[in-house]
């Protein structure tokens, strides 16, 4: 079956009952019980729901993984990872890995005993060497938030399986239309549903799938004790989604693609970080292990005050935080997304205050040019 076709169909039957076309939103807390523990499936919304089970079997589909876990956010999503994980176990982290992910590993869950370490995973030697006795878990960001470097995701499913590690992909910037970590040998692959699942930046939630029966039973045991999750009606919104994900997909990087190339010509953009152009040092991965590079793009200009005179000049690329909506969005990470990470930190990888990170949307080409090029104008 084609992703799109997935896209529509798993998990989405007509409604037996009425035949309505869509999952029908199952807005309940709890569920009539014929007898004492005697029911249909459900008892209770935090331990399971209709439109969120179909949900999540809409996304695994789309991972092809046997099972899916939804959350309230991408965050709570990482977070249930620590049901994998116990005080005294270490973790190896993507370098210039989301600043919320940092934040979560090192201000929360590093103060409860864990310990992590954030290296270049995209040097495989570097990986190996970064590995203790104590460390259980390789959580990897590809591509990274906001340079877009790229990892070699088999190579780091060998070093797992080696060592016996789990090994975790965020998937976020690339969605499952465009790559399918567990088909390159992860064992979770993790999905910050808020960006392009959804894609109409109107809501947050979070995934993880998993072809391993016990990792998937102790992810639903923290969905159940945690209660981080979606509503019903949550759910259904992702659903509604993920039936335009491949041809939103497309046209991201459609747009993208040209708008990289015009960037990189442009005199007064220093860099220009995108996997899709040949002059990318990880250009050749990602043409191995992904189906296309994807709407995001960060460039480099000339000092701090160039950035921001870039970033509040456009029309139609919005300042703001986020991305992957169909709508464009520019982003300062220093100042936004990775401002928690400290900047002697953030600039020793080359995260620079005068970078800016670009969400291409899907609207016409010609329009988002026009608005960089008068934009660039006035920097």
Not at 197 to 207: P, V
Not at 228 to 239: C, H, K, T
Not at 268 to 289: A, F, M, N, T, W
Not at 359 to 379: C, H, K, N, R
Request: aromatic share 8%; net charge negative; proline share 4%.
């Amino acid at each position: 079956m084609g992703f799109n076709t997935k896209a529509i169909h798993a998990g989405q039957p007509a409604d037996p009952a009425t035949g309505s076309i869509t999952v029908p939103i199952i807005q309940t807390s709890t569920f009539v019980q014929e007898g004492i523990g005697e029911h249909k499936g459900w008892d209770y919304t935090r331990a399971g729901n209709p439109t969120r089970d179909a949900a999540q079997l809409n996304l695994a589909a789309l991972e092809n993984a046997r099972y899916g876990h939804l959350f309230s956010s991408g965050m709570s999503a990482i977070h249930a990872l620590t049901a994998l994980l116990k005080t005294g176990d270490h973790v190896l982290c993507t370098r210039d890995v989301y600043g919320g992910t940092w934040r979560l590993f090192s201000k929360v869950l590093e103060p409860f005993g864990l310990s992590f370490d954030f290296v270049e995973t995209h040097h495989v030697d570097k990986v190996r060497a970064a590995i203790r006795p104590e460390t259980k878990l390789l959580f990897v960001e590809t591509p990274t938030n906001p340079l877009l470097s790229l990892t070699d995701i088999q190579a780091m499913a060998e070093i797992a399986k080696e060592h016996d590690l789990v090994l975790v992909v965020d998937n976020t910037f690339m969605s499952p239309f465009f790559q399918n970590p567990l088909d390159l040998g992860a064992d979770i692959v993790m999905h910050s549903c808020t960006k392009y699942i959804l894609g109409h930046s109107d809501m947050i939630a979070g995934f993880l799938a998993t072809n391993d029966a016990a990792i998937s039973e102790k992810l639903a045991f923290m969905q159940k004790c945690t209660g981080a999750l979606p509503s019903p009606m949550d759910s259904f919104l992702i659903m509604r989604s993920t039936k335009t994900l491949g041809v939103r997909m497309e046209r991201h990087y459609t747009n993208a693609m040209q708008i990289a190339l015009y960037l990189n010509e442009h005199k007064k953009v220093r860099k220009v970080h995108y996997p899709g152009l040949p002059s990318h040092p990880h250009h050749e991965l990602g043409s191995r292990q992904m189906r296309g590079f994807g709407g995001m793009i960060s460039i480099e200009m000339e000092h701090y005050e160039a950035a921001q005179a870039l970033a509040t000049h456009m029309r139609y690329i919005r300042l703001a935080e986020s991305l992957g909506g169909v709508e464009s969005l520019v982003n300062h990470p220093a100042g936004m997304t990775h401002a928690s990470v400290p900047k002697e930190q953030r600039e020793a990888y080359g995260l620079k205050d005068s970078l800016l990170r670009l969400s291409i949307g899907i609207e016409d080409l010609d329009d988002l040019l026009e608005d960089l090029e008068q934009g660039l104008a006035g920097v």
